[in-house]
């Protein structure tokens, strides 16, 4: 290993092929699947993916240590799996901040004081590109009204758990939402570095493939 590497800081690298064809090979319902073909390496490759908006994601944080979780039905999965509020970025022009602020509010009737960048994240960017922002809000309060949900959040189950109690969920493979474990390992690791390693609740996203374009 040389020295460069040992001091280079590890930073995901942004690169632009030349796109050579770019097709929409299914048109769903909430996304499309994509295909494209681009030059790599002196080669044409072709790859189809998920066409995702992206979505911000919300660990909620309360004076007790506690975050909110909830859990509802994943169809895909087969699964009431435990999770954290969570939403698309599908409305036109909305910024990332007040999505997750939207959310809060429509699937936990909260809202909060103090936002915070926790985590960006690719959910699986050899198959969609899909990139999520994880916010941490603190300040809790409730909206003081109840939002109606349908479908699978008619039913949604929210539970208030010590922030260490639910990374012992996660470190013991009981919870499986790759959102909320990253959210849940993230924040103990900056509570333990006392909140230091946060970002500005607007800061940029650069590495969402769609808003940095």
Do not use: C
């Not at 022009?93 to 103090?114: I, K, N, T, V």
């Not at 409730?142 to 109690?165: C, H, K, Y």
Request: net charge negative; proline share 5%.
């Amino acid at each position: 290993m040389t020295d460069e590497q040992t001091t280079t800081q590890l930073n995901d690298q942004p690169f632009r092929p030349e796109v050579v064809s770019s097709e929409t090979a299914f048109h769903g319902k909430i996304w499309d699947v994509r295909r494209e073909v681009f030059r790599y390496n002196g080669d044409e490759i072709t790859r189809e993916y998920v066409d995702h908006t992206g979505a911000v994601a919300v660990l909620a944080l309360d004076d007790d240590g506690r975050v909110l979780l909830i859990r509802q039905y994943r169809h895909p999965v087969r699964h009431r799996d435990w999770e954290i509020p969570a939403g698309l970025l599908d409305q036109h022009g909305e910024r990332p901040l007040l999505a997750a602020q939207r959310e809060l509010s429509e699937e936990a009737d909260l809202e909060a004081e103090q936002w915070n960048v926790l985590a960006d994240v690719f959910t699986s960017p050899g198959g969609n590109d899909e990139a999520i922002r994880i916010y941490l809000a603190r300040g809790i309060r409730s909206t003081g009204s109840a939002f109606a949900r349908e479908a699978e959040e008619a039913d949604i189950e929210v539970r208030w758990v010590p922030l260490d109690e639910a990374v012992d969920a996660v470190l013991q493979r009981r919870v499986h939402n790759a959102p909320l474990i990253i959210a849940l390992l993230a924040a103990r690791a900056a509570r333990d570095q006392g909140w230091s390693t946060l970002g500005a609740a607007d800061e940029p996203w650069p590495s969402h493939p769609k808003l940095s374009r």
